[in-house]
């Protein structure tokens, strides 16, 4: 004879299975948001820049200032208004050749930065959040057109602007 569940013990293994994946400290990546809670605002200026490579600051700040204006978690406005803010420094551009058509033909490179970025409260300056090294690397292609080169780096650095943009604002909020 077959035995058969009652729908209550479905309802509570149901429920105990959520409890303890949502009572964990799981959830959606990028709906969390652990920092105070009369931290609602942010200001994030334009980067620091201690490379030749210019342009750079730019490319990294809007690519933060879009990644919290898409999550809508915390509201990007001027400093005055701001209740937190992030300072973000360049420390580093590396370009390396990774790939090579013959000993002194590289067709493949490498693009490599390295940021240091801090997240404070504006009225104590305490800092919320920051990591003195963050770096990540993306490669492009060399070719013999030297200005699409150029261009393939230029791609290559917007990459790695949107990867470690996100790295940061799940940092600010995820992990305060």
Known sequence: MKRIRPNGFRLIVGSLALFFIFGCGYGF????????????SIYIP??????????AEVVFANA???EFTRSRILKVVSESEA???ISGK??????????????????????????EISCR????????WQNQSLSRYENYKVTSDTNQTQRN???????????????????????F
Do not use: M
């Open 153 to 175: 780096k230029e791609e290559a650095i917007k990459k790695i602007a949107q990867d470690l943009s996100e790295r940061i604002h799940n940092g600010i909020l995820e992990n």
């Open 121 to 128: 409260r504006s009225d104590n300056q305490t800092i919320l």
């Open 90 to 115: 360049i420390k580093s551009i590396a370009v390396d050749s990774v790939t090579y058509a013959s000993t002194s033909q590289a067709v493949e490179r490498k693009a490599t930065v390295t940021l």
């Open 29 to 40: 990546r990028g709906t969390v948001n652990n920092l105070p809670p009369d931290i609602q």
């Open 46 to 55: 334009v980067f620091t820049n201690e490379t030749i490579e210019s342009g």
């Open 64 to 66: 933060l200032i879009y």
């Open 83 to 85: 209740q937190a803010y």
